[in-house]
């Protein structure tokens, strides 16, 4: 095309023409933003949309959002041909995923009845049933089939011509041979696109360049976590009998999923350990293109594939394809605006799952481009939750290794990722270790799950959905900080130091709390968005009127940076991230004021160092902030200490801690004591949906502080509304084996009202106990609703008796806190 017919502005600009850029495209310009340019470098589908597989699954996922995506994408591509005239080759021919050992039968019935929650309809089939729907599988070794009639296999050329038909018909222009050579900025958000052909002018850019995203957004400051990896399928020969109606076979055992492909069987590969492609970075000019098959290393997997259909191993290979696909270090598609720059939105990294959530994914982003924050829990694919650091050549090519072979992984709840480990790690590491820590991955830091004691072992053979041989471990270190004192190594925490003469009222502007009151005082708050929904959960440590401590989690550690430098604007107001500065050490329990008393000058009397109170104190040769505040429902304190002080202030503990019990504890005991108190954590159990009331945090937000607060109309037309029938509540197995996790289905009477968002085991409590968001089905939602019902938990498909509660169940006066 000339410089001529490029356009010289547009509302949005979207960079990929591929099935996830031109369903943004698409869902933009049906939604009436017709003012839309999509550019892509070659031509539409060059990437990495040409060959793919075209799996339809709505089945697999505990995410919410993830399921939703499946079910609205598979229900757009059935009606998508009557809109737009283009076919998409959706057939709805079934899926199959097949159970072959004990713990992926417990993976899948756990699935199964949360996908059922959802709307998918999932049926539990027998080897036999399996059998004949798919003749020519062995399933002499099969336990379950998992079967869903509805899904099936599209052609992935054709979806996205018939989204680019869709959009071009709505209004939008897509224009191909024009390749992005940059974004162009200024003061921090997005003024248009740098092409060959010229510059155009937009306010909104998305960046849909697939494997080619990352390197695109480092020209501009952009952190794109991704990494292109080898990916397999082979096609053999036809095969006499083998039916283009049988459904999709998968086999994540024997590494492979199974359909028809022109008379001949398919069969796609996701083997545990990959390559990964081009670190250095893919070529600009790399379109339709395949890569040579590394035969002598994908050999055993794909016998081991090809044995599920036996009949495979005797049949000729048509072909042996290997195409790059991008896949992210979590396994989970990155998504939302980019911290570094306003307005500059990002769909890449699918991981595979490009077709199958494309619809779904495009729907997403413009709803979120267009109203400014999204209408779905984006909290686990939001890019933010990412860090630079993700980007390093080394980084991805160490880690990518491990993340494809995840797909078809068991997906145990304890398991943490093995590769690209040691990234970050505390102060305190080497001493931790030596006291017997299994470390897990946290944002790329090494933390203390749990301790091994004297003759205990750290070495994690095998995973299991049931008591592994730590849960004495994890007990034991519950029970310390219950009737003891615990000492717990939390510095991966988000830490930020506010300061400025403007700080406190740009800080009260966006908590819902009040935090700009007396100094040394810490602020349990959440901060909201203009519809009165979580985008934090955090605390607020007022030091003096121009100098303020913020502390978050983990995940949340670049959400909140930004939210905060995005709402002070010009204001006298300065973040830096003192994370990395300050070790955080934690010690609580019954005993913990007894502990630091040894050590200190200070007086920690209750009356001297109420609950609340934030004060820096002396602790051996370091001066430490000393806060009095718990996530854990016990008498206790944080300590942040500098960096070059921690193991010092650590050693002192230690050497006073033997006089009072103390006793290390890690993230699991976090986990369960936060649990027995119902303590929320935002990313987990609470999100980006939730309504600051529906999720019990009323307490936390002040309605009637000078000045208000950003979300406050919105609190104020919930409460207006009257009794919630929506809330999140506390539930408890009254069965002491079964474990919860997350995802397990609620039943109130017989009737599923929800489900678990995380869970734990309540050691004090007696049983498994978790947060659950549940619907009142209009009913409103109080303690006397709860009382009057059966509370049943699905287990794996048993229904194990529970009780429901407004109010935690361990401790609800706060008594042990405040004592």
């Known amino acids: 095309m000339t410089p001529a017919a490029l356009p010289d502005r547009a509302r949005v600009v979207v960079i990929g023409g591929g099935i996830i850029g031109c369903s943004v495209a698409y869902h933009l310009a049906k939604a009436g933003w017709t003012d839309v340019v999509l550019l892509e470098r070659d031509r539409l589908t060059s990437g990495t949309t ?145 092409t060959a052909l010229g510059d155009i002018e937009a306010e909104y850019v998305v960046n849909c360049a697939g494997m080619w995203a990352r390197q695109l957004g480092e020209r501009d400051g952009v952190s794109i976590p ?167 050549p080394e980084y991805r090519r160490t880690r990518t290794v491990e993340s494809l072979g995840m797909v078809y992984q068991c997906h145990y709840p304890t398991r943490t990722m093995q590769t690209a480990r040691d990234a970050k790690r505390s102060a305190l590491h080497d001493r931790l270790a030596a006291a017997g820590a299994y470390f897990r991955d946290v944002s790329g830091w090494e933390g203390a799950d749990w301790y091994a004691p004297p003759g205990g072992t750290t070495a994690v053979t095998e995973y299991s959905w049931g008591r592994q041989h730590w849960f004495p471990y994890w007990q034991a270190e519950h029970e310390a900080a219950r009737n003891d004192v615990i000492l717990m190594d939390m510095s991966f925490m988000a830490k930020f130091l506010v300061q400025g003469r403007d700080a406190g009222r740009m800080l009260d502007r966006i908590s819902a709390n009040a935090v700009d009151g007396d100094c040394g005082v810490i602020t349990y708050t959440q901060w909201l968005d203009e519809g009165g929904t979580v985008e934090a959960d955090l605390t607020v440590t007022k030091l003096d009127d121009e100098r303020f401590w913020v502390v978050a989690s983990d995940t949340a550690h670049r959400h909140v940076e930004t939210w905060m430098r995005r709402h002070f604007g010009d204001a006298h107001a300065f973040v830096t991230d003192v994370t990395s500065g300050f070790a955080q050490i934690n010690v609580q329990g019954p005993r913990s004021r007894a502990l630091l008393q040894s050590l200190t000058h200070a007086d920690l009397s209750n009356e001297a160092f109420a609950f609340r109170t934030a004060r820096e104190i002396d602790l051996g040769f370091a001066r430490v902030l000393c806060v009095r505040i718990t996530y854990l429902g016990e008498l206790g304190y944080e300590l942040y200490v500098p960096t070059e002080q921690a193991v010092h202030v650590y050693e002192r503990l230690l050497a006073a801690g033997g006089a009072f019990g103390l006793r290390h504890a890690g993230l699991k005991a976090l986990a369960s004591l936060r649990m027995e108190k119902g303590y929320r954590d935002w990313g987990h159990d609470i999100d980006n949906t939730d309504s600051v009331l529906e999720v019990g945090l009323g307490f936390a937000v002040d309605l009637k502080k000078p000045g208000g607060f950003i979300g406050r109309d919105a609190v104020l037309a919930k409460k207006a509304a009257g009794p919630l029938p929506r809330r999140l509540v506390q539930v408890r197995l009254l069965e002491p084996e079964p474990l919860l996790y997350h995802a397990e289905i609620v039943h109130r009477d017989g009737v599923e009202v929800g489900y678990v968002r995380a869970a734990s085991y309540g050691f004090s409590l007696g049983g498994a106990v978790g947060l659950a968001m549940v619907d009142g089905r209009g009913a409103p939602i109080d303690q006397a609703w709860i009382d009057a019902g059966r509370w049943e938990v699905d287990v794996a498909g048993t229904k194990v008796p529970a009780v429901a509660s407004l109010r935690p169940m361990f401790d609800p006066g706060n008594l042990r806190i405040k004592g």
Not at 95 to 124: K, M, Y
Not at 157 to 162: A, G, I
Request: proline letters at 6%; a negative charge; hydrophobic letters at 40%.
């Open 50 to 194: 040409w060959h793919a597989a075209g799996l339809i699954v709505t089945y697999g996922s505990t995410s919410e959002t993830s399921t939703e995506m499946r079910k609205y994408t598979r229900d757009l591509y059935a009606r998508l041909e009557a809109e737009t005239e283009v076919a998409t080759g959706f057939k709805p021919v079934g899926f199959i995923e097949l159970a072959t050992s004990r713990d992926r039968l417990e993976e899948f019935r756990r699935v199964s009845a949360f996908n059922r929650h959802c709307g998918v309809d999932v049926h539990e089939l027998s080897p036999r049933e399996v059998a004949d729907r798919f003749p020519l599988a062995r399933t002499d070794d099969v336990l379950a089939g998992f079967y869903v009639p509805g899904d099936g296999r599209a052609n992935p050329v054709d979806v996205t011509m018939s989204l680019a038909r869709g959009a071009r018909m709505h209004g939008a222009t897509l224009l191909e041979n024009v390749a992005v050579q940059r974004v162009l900025h200024r003061r921090g958000r997005v003024t248009g696109v740098r």
């Open 226 to 392: 991704l990494q292109s990896a080898e990916h397999y399928y082979l096609i053999t020969e036809a095969i006499a009998g083998l039916s283009s109606d049988w459904p999709v076979i998968e086999d994540p055992a024997s590494y492979g999923y199974f359909r028809e492909e022109v008379g001949g069987l398919m069969i796609g590969l996701f083997e545990p350990v990959c390559a990964p492609w081009r670190v250095e970075g893919v070529p600009e000019d790399f379109s339709f293109g395949d890569l040579a098959p590394d035969w002598e290393r994908m050999a055993p997997y794909l016998e081991t594939a090809m044995r599920r259909v036996p009949i495979a191993l005797d049949t000729g290979v048509k072909k042996f394809f290997c195409g790059p696909e991008s896949f992210t270090p979590d396994l989970r598609p990155i998504v939302g605006e980019a911290p570094e720059l306003r307005n500059y939105f990002v769909a890449a990294g699918l991981n595979s799952i490009g077709i199958i959530t494309g619809g779904g994914l495009g729907r997403v982003l413009a709803h979120w481009i267009m109203h400014g924050r999204p209408d779905v829990d984006v909290t686990g694919m939001n890019i933010d939750r990412l860090q630079r650091y993700q980007c390093n």
